[in-house]
Every structure is written in structure tokens, then in C-alpha cells.
């Protein structure tokens, strides 16, 4: 089997996801956006079952998925998802000082994620995941 696609490319890939979100949110540099897209990903992942988030991962291409899943305690309690404006809070505690993150920055990288993941298997996967879930990425 040939170096699959994704692992050859996925400093390419990953610049190019860090690109739209910082777009999508309105943010000057992806240096700005990089605690936007940390705080989302893991708000997100502390509100998930291991197998869940597993599942999750295995959607994401190679860079985001590492990120994803890097410094997990699975030992944590699973979160409830909460109000949005919790939520929000929760991504912006991300090295707080530092986080830029706008009002609206699970959207801006759910758009860069459905921008840079396979429409299907993004589709599919958030299918497989509780409502509230689902709901946090737009639906």
C-alpha cells in the first residue's frame, strides 16, 4: 500500500483548516485563531464517551485529530453540553490571556471543519453522536 493522501499532506491540510477558521472567524493571524480552534475542539471532546470521541477523531484529518486527542485525562467526568454561553466560555479559557475567540467561534470552526473533513463521513459520524452533540457543530 503507497503513503496514504492525507499523511503526505497533512501539514498542508492542517494549514489550510488553521486558514479558514482564522477566515471564518474574523481574526487577523491562525496564531490568533490557534486557542479558538484548541478551546473548541476540547470543550467538545470533554462532553463525549472515549468510544465517542474516538469515533470523532477517526473523521478528522491526521494534525487535527493528534490535536483532538492531545492531553486528554479520560479519567475526567463527562461535561453536560450546557448553554452556548457557557460554552463559549469554556473555549475562551484556553490559555485566557491569549484567546481571541469571538462570539461566534464553534461556528467558525464547525465552517472550517466542514470546509476540510469529508461531508460524508462528517455527516455520518455526527449522526452516530447524541443530539446535543450533533447540535454543537450546527446541527
Not at 473548541?40 to 486527542?69: E, G, H, I, K, Y
Amino acid at each position: 500500500m503507497t503513503l496514504p493522501f492525507e499523511y503526505q499532506n497533512a501539514s498542508k491540510q492542517f494549514e489550510q483548516f488553521m486558514l479558514d477558521a482564522r477566515d471564518a472567524a474574523g481574526l487577523a493571524t491562525t496564531n490568533m485563531a490557534w486557542n479558538m480552534v484548541v478551546g473548541v475542539l476540547r470543550t467538545f471532546r470533554s462532553r463525549l464517551t472515549v468510544p465517542q470521541a474516538l469515533l470523532f477523531a477517526d473523521a478528522l484529518p491526521p494534525v487535527l485529530r493528534a490535536l483532538f486527542v492531545e492531553q486528554w485525562d479520560t479519567s475526567q467526568p463527562i461535561r453536560d453540553f450546557g448553554s452556548p454561553e457557557a460554552l463559549l466560555d469554556e473555549v475562551r479559557s484556553v490559555r485566557r490571556q491569549h484567546n481571541f475567540s469571538p462570539d461566534d467561534a464553534i461556528q467558525a470552526v464547525a465552517i472550517a471543519l466542514r470546509k476540510n473533513v469529508d461531508p460524508e463521513v462528517l455527516r455520518r459520524t455526527l449522526a452516530s453522536l447524541p443530539t446535543a452533540a450533533q447540535n454543537y457543530w450546527g446541527g
